[in-house]
């Protein structure tokens, strides 16, 4: 046997037929055997390793904190306190609800614009600082929701002893409302977090300072 001929027997004996399959009329398919599946396999290897990882875990999204207001907790004893110091003020003992629709109409009548009033006599009222904050809740944009007048005067009397403030109506929006004028930008804050309030009223800044824990639906503005 000559060399050309050693040649060309080395070269049938490196063709493998696993290589090269056929289909069943005999001619040569796309596919492979072992070796060309593991050549696949290192293709496919190395061309996902150009690819870029895609991102694994959830995406961070901003979640709206769940909120509702908190019952008033003041005791009977210190709602009588409370209820004596309007008293000694010329200030309606109980049914602010009632105070606060008849001072609604005046305010309407008197081009309904927002800010502080007086809530015994409907005329406007001009602080120069504190921290303008209420409890009042809606069910619906610009509808309160259904307070017990009770319930509604004890939250008069506790907000009225946590800000050391006697009661105004407070028209924001539109919508009149008890409200308070506290000193302390820490306390109003955290009575705007524990009645779900959207935010208070910087009064010598004359700017809304926003709640974060606010929850808009439960108390709808």
Sequence with gaps: MDADQQKKLGQLKRWREEDHPRAGDGRFTSGGGASS?????????NASQTQPKQATGTINKTVQP????????????EAAQVRQSFKAGGYPEKDYQAVTDKVDKV???NGNKDGSYDLRTGK???FTDGYGVSFQVNKAPGVRRDYKD???????YECSQ??????????????AEISFNCKSKKEALKMAKDYNQESIFDVKRKRLRKNPYYNSVSNPQ
């Design 162 to 175: 946590r800000s050391g403030s006697m009661p105004f109506v407070g028209n924001y929006n539109g919508v």
């Design 124 to 126: 406007p009222l001009n």
């Design 107 to 109: 305010i309407k009548a």
């Design 150 to 156: 009770e319930e509604y005067d004890r939250y008069v």
């Design 66 to 77: 769940v909120a509702k207001e908190k019952a008033p907790e003041i005791t009977d004893k």
């Design 37 to 45: 599946k593991k050549r696949a396999g290192n293709t496919l290897k």
